[in-house]
């Protein structure tokens, strides 16, 4: 598409949310607002502009099957997208993948060198881009967890470790506390499902206090999964 | 049509759909769910039509909810951009090349009635004040295309005014508003 004046962009853009387009031109502009900035504001801005005129459509309570219909969809639906953005990152796995060899050695170290315990499971936590393992969780019932510090970390002023779980099957990741860096912590984890094998440990970067939406948002510090000790 | 009493507050909702909260969609469903409905049923014109774009619509909301970018607009004026969109892809390929039958043009005539009514027009969204300052068949194009879902043939035929002459008064309505909500 040729490059637009400013006027003829947003009169694509006005002319988009209006619904006026062709469907070709239409096509094309969808298309478009991926990659260009421009047309994206100048739609935004229509979209705003325009919106108080859907009052002008009188309300028509929809049939009760509409919502039971939704629901199936939903139940229908494949594993949520929308949890996408720090727990399926690429990268991230892959780290995790190479950290796999570092995380065993010591996950052997530790299994050679403590006494016997009543410990089922284990997890080393990793920096994702070093690989360089921080912290140590391990679990001696399904209950009550330990997060040990292998050394002495320190954080931002005015930011906060936050201790993450997600079992596979969960939909999101749930908060297990803030956390001070270079100190144990014990968690119960009564109202939480039982340990499980692979169940993914984590600790986060966020602001003071912990992450505002419940969900993590920072930057990940360390990461493993938790292993069944026999 | 009068606003809900009470605020509804959309951002959060969004977030808590992003986290996978069925309870925050109902809470959507139950409050938005009929403007939506009569939004799609007004460009669609067709009942069954109309649900199936709602449950599209919010099936999407669903699922795309964690992409909300506030920094893009309002969380309401995302989930009404997402419906819209919806009844007019279904609409597009269907029927912007057929003529509009007298029944959607009686569809389409009562919205003249509804934009005169003085309870809308002294609403507080400053788009009303703007529009009335148009003339009234340019404003005519912009209802008749945002709120029917009208393409530019049919604007013509309704308005009984030249296609060329519709396409213009269009553009030149953008731009009036535009320049009015600035």
Not at chain 1, 176 to 189: S, T
Not at chain 1, 216 to 228: E, H, Q, S, Y
Not at chain 2, 154 to 165: C, D, K, N, V, Y
Request: glycine residues 6%; proline residues 7%; contains cysteine.
């Amino acid at each position: 598409m040729k490059p637009d004046s400013a006027e003829e962009l947003d009169s694509l853009a006005g002319e988009y949310v209006l619904g006026t387009l062709s469907p070709e031109q239409y096509a094309a502009v969808a298309e478009r607002l991926h990659t260009d900035p421009a047309l994206r504001a100048a739609v935004d801005a229509w979209e705003a502009r325009l919106l108080e005129l859907t009052a002008l459509s009188t309300p028509q309570p929809p049939s009760p099957r509409l919502w039971r219909r939704i629901q199936r969809s939903l139940d229908e639906l494949p594993a949520p997208r929308t949890q996408t953005r720090l727990w399926q990152r690429l990268g991230l796995w892959q780290g995790l993948s190479a950290a796999g060899l570092a995380a065993s050695l010591l996950l052997a170290f530790i299994l050679l060198t403590t006494p016997p315990s009543t410990t089922e499971y284990l997890v080393v936590l990793v920096a994702p881009n070093s690989q360089a393992p921080g912290w140590v969780v391990q679990a001696s019932d399904s209950h009550m967890i330990e997060l040990l510090p292998l050394g002495q970390d320190t954080v931002p002023d005015g930011m906060a470790l936050q201790f993450w779980t997600k079992g596979e099957q969960w939909r999101a990741p749930v908060s297990l506390g803030l956390v001070k860096p270079g100190e144990p912590y014990r968690v119960p984890l009564q109202s939480l499902p039982p340990l499980e094998a692979n169940q993914l440990f984590e600790l986060t970067l966020e602001k003071a206090g912990g992450s505002p939406t419940g969900l993590p948002t920072g930057p990940v510090k360390f990461i493993g999964r938790a292993v069944k000790v026999i | 049509m009068n606003s809900p009493a009470a605020p509804f507050d959309f951002h959060r909702c969004l977030v808590a759909c992003a986290q996978g909260d069925r309870r925050a969609l109902q809470a959507l469903y139950d409050h938005e769910g009929a403007r939506l409905l009569g939004v799609a049923r007004r460009i669609a014109r067709d009942d069954a039509t109309a649900e199936d774009i709602v449950h599209d619509a919010i099936i999407r909301i669903w699922t795309r909810a964690a992409s909300y970018d506030p920094a893009r607009g309002s969380a309401r004026g995302w989930i009404y951009s997402i419906t819209r969109h919806l009844a007019l892809n279904s609409i597009r390929d269907t029927r912007r090349e057929t003529v509009l039958t007298d029944a959607d043009t009686e569809t389409a005539s009562t919205l003249h009635g509804r934009v005169d009514d003085l309870d809308l027009w002294s609403g507080s969204a400053k788009i009303y004040r703007c529009l009335e300052q148009l003339q009234p068949a340019p404003q005519r194009c912009i209802l008749h295309a945002y709120v029917d879902g009208c393409s530019h043939a049919e604007i013509a035929g309704l308005l009984g005014a030249p296609l060329g002459t519709v396409k213009a008064w269009i553009k030149r309505s953008l731009k009036a508003l535009r320049e009015c909500l600035e």
